[in-house]
């Protein structure tokens, strides 16, 4: 059906047309009728004349307890894991493809999995993300799609940044310096009088950087000083990648959760902002960390939200780096989004 | 069998319209609200119909006050959220912040909030809410919330080319030091017409999450200012008579709210949500029908209101009920746990 011909059918359907060029799309809205007006015919589907069976309705009354079994017993695990088709008819529920692969059916699969049971005692984190991938529980996706939205967010904004890196004078807060340097030591890159010299030239003198770059530039510099000044930018702008927003505020085309406010509830779990950017990626990361809550597995929570602060991480500095914001070459990108990461992971005490 | 299938759902959220009436006239506002449209509940009738619904529903979390602009008012908005507060519920106001007109005004209304327990403050605004409320007006009233131990949330709706809304809000300074703070959030949210004469705006259409099923439905349950009890809170709620659950009579709000589980069509939005749906029902003619759609409300009217739709629905439901219930229950099975 044309949507001209559709609209002109859901006009048809109730909506009474306001003035011309300002019509009314869904009708008039039941707010500016006194008492919200008399309601007529609902389309409704009552349950109650479906025809299914007594004991189809006691069935679905159970499911509850099923799945206890399922989740509590060793015995009903590896039955229902065997076949989770015959396992549902078994208990008079469905099991057509549409419910083999819906997600809260491929959770079970994945809760009693052997293998995946295997890998959780072992704490092998990867391992179980794997399986969770390989049975559909998590999506595949392109890694490249974020990078490069964010990279189109940061070079649409990147005179802003730029003016935001200069204002802010890279000054290191003390603890940002102290783990800056331990850090560093950690990394087997031990900091040379020079390297640390230049350091405390940064902080101290409040200069973006050493050289006459209006941004930040590191050509030349060693890698801890291309470390400080990437943790300086970031960690001053960024703060945690879990936690306060930048860069989605500068992406015009975020995604927010269309249920419009109801946050406490229906928002995933974590508050990933450049995350919310890729839809995969947050419904994945959502579903882990429930995985790993039904597991009572704190331990796969922390490695999947330590993978997505790296991950966001990873596009942002990349991102600078391309907007030629931050330059450095390979290895020096490299030992800074693991230190930005490190620093994150701290900050939020993972 | 219909009290087996009430057992099985329960609100987490109660959402207060406390009045249509709104200090702005937006052009494409979902309840065509303006200083000028009445209906409002009474101070008394909402502090009844919280109370009411904490006792029959222990699931409870939260109530949200919005509207309208819930903030007109005044005095019984305060008395409401310090009676939720009360009795243990997190509270939450949604409102376009035109009372942060000044510092002092921001202030003024920022410390009544606070008084009266309120948890988190959510400003809307956009290209449309700023040809009445303007940015600044946002970020005071953010600014005072805030200042206040306030958790604050800024939406705003998608912009058209022209429109500079989201970036001018992001730009502030002292919007940039509240982020870091963590204490604001902000957030660009999806946007949908009301009126043929809408202009286009820069969103794009994400599939996945108009795919998903609606957990509004089932998971909020809604007063409207006519003190009707609605099933969602969504953006064409006013729009779709079958979201109306009937008229509060004071005792009456938890058999209305579970009436709804004898409407095969509720688990199914709440399951596949209305997008998926119409495809599912449609076929190859869903292109069409849903082109232009960005809203998952957006397709949830035209769902309802499509006479081919509810056709093919009513067609085809009967053979879809053991699969989308067996889906319910498995999903509410593991929510639980």
Same mark, same amino acid.
């Given at each position: 059906?044309?949507?001209?011909?559709?609209?002109?059918?859901?006009?048809?359907?109730?909506?009474?047309?306001?003035?011309?060029?300002?019509?009314?799309?869904?009708?008039?809205?039941?707010?500016?009728?006194?008492?919200?007006?008399?309601?007529?015919?609902?389309?409704?589907?009552?349950?109650?004349?479906?025809?299914?069976?007594?004991?189809?309705?006691?069935?679905?009354?159970?499911?509850?307890?099923?799945?206890?079994?399922?989740?509590?017993?060793?015995?009903?695990?590896?039955?229902?894991?065997?076949?989770?088709?015959?396992?549902?008819?078994?208990?008079?529920?469905?099991?057509?493809?549409?419910?083999?692969?819906?997600?809260?059916?491929?959770?079970?699969?994945?809760?009693?999995?052997?293998?995946?049971?295997?890998?959780?005692?072992?704490?092998?984190?990867?391992?179980?993300?794997?399986?969770?991938?390989?049975?559909?529980?998590?999506?595949?996706?392109d890694p490249a799609l974020l990078q490069k939205q964010v990279l189109?967010?940061?070079?649409?904004?990147?005179?802003?940044?730029?003016?935001?890196?200069?204002?802010?004078?890279?000054?290191?807060?003390?603890?940002?310096?102290?783990?800056?340097?331990?850090?560093?030591?950690?990394?087997?890159?031990?900091?040379?009088?020079?390297?640390? $010299?230049? %350091?405390?030239?940064? /902080?101290?003198?409040?200069? +973006?950087?050493? !050289?006459?770059?209006? =941004?930040? #530039?590191?050509?030349? $510099?060693? %890698?801890?000083?291309? /470390?400080?000044?990437?943790? +300086?930018?970031? !960690?001053?702008?960024? =703060?945690? #990648?879990?936690?306060?927003?930048? %860069?989605?505020?500068?992406?015009?085309?975020?995604?927010?959760?269309?249920?419009?406010?109801?946050?406490?509830?229906?928002?995933?779990?974590?508050?990933?902002?450049?995350?919310?950017?890729?839809?995969?990626?947050?419904?994945?990361?959502?579903?882990?960390?429930?995985?790993?809550?039904?597991?009572?597995?704190?331990?796969?929570?922390?490695?999947?939200?330590?993978?997505?602060?790296?991950?966001?991480?990873?596009?942002?500095?990349?991102?600078?780096?391309?907007?030629?914001?931050?330059?450095?070459?390979?290895?020096?990108?490299?030992?800074?989004?693991?230190?930005?990461?490190?620093?994150?992971?701290?900050?939020?005490?993972? | 069998?219909?009290?087996?299938?009430?057992?099985?759902?329960?609100?987490?959220?109660?959402?207060?319209?406390?009045?249509?009436?709104?200090?702005?006239?937006?052009k494409q506002c979902c309840f065509e609200s303006s200083p000028e449209?009445?209906?409002?509940?009474?101070?008394?009738?909402?502090?009844?119909?919280?109370?009411?619904?904490?006792?029959?529903?222990?699931?409870?979390?939260?109530?949200?006050?919005?509207?309208?602009?819930?903030?007109?008012?005044?005095?019984?908005?305060?008395?409401?959220?310090?009676?939720?507060?009360?009795?243990?519920?997190?509270?939450?106001?949604?409102?376009?912040?035109?009372?942060?007109?000044?510092?002092?005004?921001?202030?003024?209304?920022?410390?009544?909030?606070?008084?009266?327990?309120?948890?988190?403050?959510?400003?809307?605004?956009?290209?449309?809410?700023?040809?009445w409320v303007p940015s600044e007006s946002v970020i005071n009233a953010?600014?005072?919330?805030?200042?206040?131990?306030?958790?604050?949330?800024?939406?705003?709706?998608?912009?058209?080319?022209?429109?500079?809304?989201?970036?001018?809000?992001?730009?502030?300074?002292?919007?940039?030091?509240?982020?870091?703070?963590?204490?604001?959030?902000?957030?660009?949210?999806?946007?949908?017409?009301?009126?043929?004469?809408?202009?286009?705006?820069?969103?794009?259409?994400?599939?996945?999450?108009?795919?998903?099923?609606?957990?509004?439905?089932?998971?909020?349950?809604?007063?409207?200012?006519?003190?009707?009890?609605?099933?969602?809170?969504?953006?064409?709620?006013?729009?779709?008579?079958?979201?109306?659950?009937?008229?509060?009579?004071?005792?009456?709000?938890?058999?209305?709210?579970?009436?709804?589980?004898?409407?095969?069509?509720?688990?199914?939005?709440?399951?596949?949500?209305?997008?998926?749906?119409?495809?599912?029902?449609?076929?190859?003619?869903?292109?069409?029908?849903?082109?232009?759609?960005?809203?998952?409300?957006?397709?949830?009217?035209?769902?309802?209101?499509?006479?081919?739709?509810?056709?093919?629905?009513?067609?085809?439901?009967?053979?879809?009920?053991?699969?989308?219930?067996?889906?319910?229950?498995?999903?509410?099975?593991?929510?639980?746990?």
């Amino acid at each position: 059906m044309k949507r001209r011909k559709f609209i002109q059918a859901s006009l048809l359907a109730g909506a009474l047309p306001a003035t011309a060029g300002t019509e009314r799309l869904y009708g008039t809205p039941a707010s500016l009728t006194p008492g919200g007006g008399k309601v007529g015919d609902k389309f409704l589907l009552p349950l109650s004349r479906s025809g299914l069976p007594t004991s189809t309705w006691n069935e679905f009354a159970a499911v509850s307890q099923i799945i206890d079994n399922v989740v509590g017993s060793k015995t009903e695990s590896d039955i229902f894991f065997k076949s989770p088709k015959n396992y549902l008819r078994t208990h008079g529920l469905d099991a057509s493809d549409k419910t083999l692969v819906d997600k809260s059916v491929l959770m079970l699969t994945c809760l009693t999995d052997p293998v995946v049971q295997e890998s959780v005692a072992k704490s092998d984190w990867d391992a179980v993300l794997e399986h969770y991938r390989a049975a559909g529980l998590l999506e595949n996706r392109d890694p490249a799609l974020l990078q490069k939205q964010v990279l189109a967010a940061v070079e649409e904004s990147s005179a802003e940044i730029a003016e935001i890196m200069k204002s802010q004078k890279m000054v290191l807060r003390e603890e940002q310096e102290q783990f800056l340097l331990e850090f560093l030591e950690q990394s087997g890159h031990v900091p040379t009088e020079d390297d640390l $010299a230049t %350091v405390a030239q940064i /902080v101290s003198s409040g200069m +973006a950087s050493p !050289t006459a770059c209006s =941004v930040v #530039t590191v050509c030349g $510099a060693a %890698v801890t000083v291309a /470390v400080a000044v990437v943790v +300086a930018v970031v !960690t001053l702008t960024l =703060v945690s #990648t879990t936690a306060a927003s930048y %860069v989605d505020v500068y992406a015009s085309e975020l995604v927010s959760n269309p249920s419009y406010g109801m946050s406490t509830e229906d928002e995933t779990p974590f508050t990933g902002s450049i995350a919310k950017l890729d839809p995969v990626l947050v419904r994945n990361t959502t579903r882990a960390i429930r995985m790993g809550a039904l597991l009572g597995a704190p331990g796969l929570q922390a490695h999947v939200v330590k993978s997505l602060i790296n991950e966001e991480v990873r596009v942002f500095m990349t991102a600078l780096q391309k907007a030629n914001l931050f330059t450095a070459n390979d290895e020096q990108l490299e030992l800074a989004i693991r230190a930005v990461s490190a620093y994150s992971y701290r900050s939020i005490d993972l | 069998m219909d009290d087996m299938q009430g057992a099985a759902i329960a609100p987490h959220s109660l959402t207060i319209l406390c009045t249509y009436q709104c200090t702005a006239a937006c052009k494409q506002c979902c309840f065509e609200s303006s200083p000028e449209v009445r209906g409002r509940l009474s101070g008394e009738d909402i502090i009844a119909r919280i109370t009411e619904a904490r006792c029959e529903f222990p699931s409870l979390k939260l109530v949200a006050f919005s509207g309208g602009e819930a903030t007109l008012l005044k005095q019984a908005l305060f008395d409401a959220i310090a009676h939720a507060t009360s009795l243990g519920l997190l509270t939450r106001i949604v409102s376009n912040a035109s009372w942060g007109k000044t510092v002092n005004s921001a202030n003024r209304m920022a410390d009544s909030l606070s008084r009266s327990g309120l948890s988190e403050l959510n400003i809307s605004t956009g290209k449309d809410h700023q040809e009445w409320v303007p940015s600044e007006s946002v970020i005071n009233a953010a600014q005072a919330a805030v200042d206040r131990g306030i958790f604050t949330l800024i939406t705003v709706e998608a912009d058209d080319q022209e429109s500079t809304c989201l970036s001018s809000i992001a730009y502030d300074e002292r919007v940039r030091r509240m982020l870091k703070t963590k204490s604001l959030a902000l957030q660009s949210n999806s946007w949908m017409p009301f009126r043929r004469d809408a202009e286009k705006r820069v969103q794009e259409r994400n599939f996945a999450e108009m795919r998903k099923g609606c957990e509004q439905i089932f998971g909020n349950v809604v007063v409207t200012p006519h003190d009707n009890l609605s099933a969602c809170c969504g953006l064409t709620l006013e729009h779709i008579p079958e979201m109306r659950l009937g008229h509060c009579d004071g005792t009456n709000m938890g058999s209305l709210y579970r009436s709804q589980a004898d409407d095969f069509l509720k688990f199914w939005i709440h399951v596949e949500g209305p997008y998926a749906i119409i495809e599912r029902v449609m076929g190859k003619e869903s292109a069409d029908i849903l082109e232009d759609v960005v809203h998952i409300c957006q397709a949830c009217a035209i769902m309802h209101k499509n006479p081919q739709i509810r056709e093919a629905i009513e067609r085809e439901y009967l053979s879809i009920v053991p699969e989308v219930m067996t889906r319910f229950h498995i999903k509410r099975a593991l929510e639980s746990r």
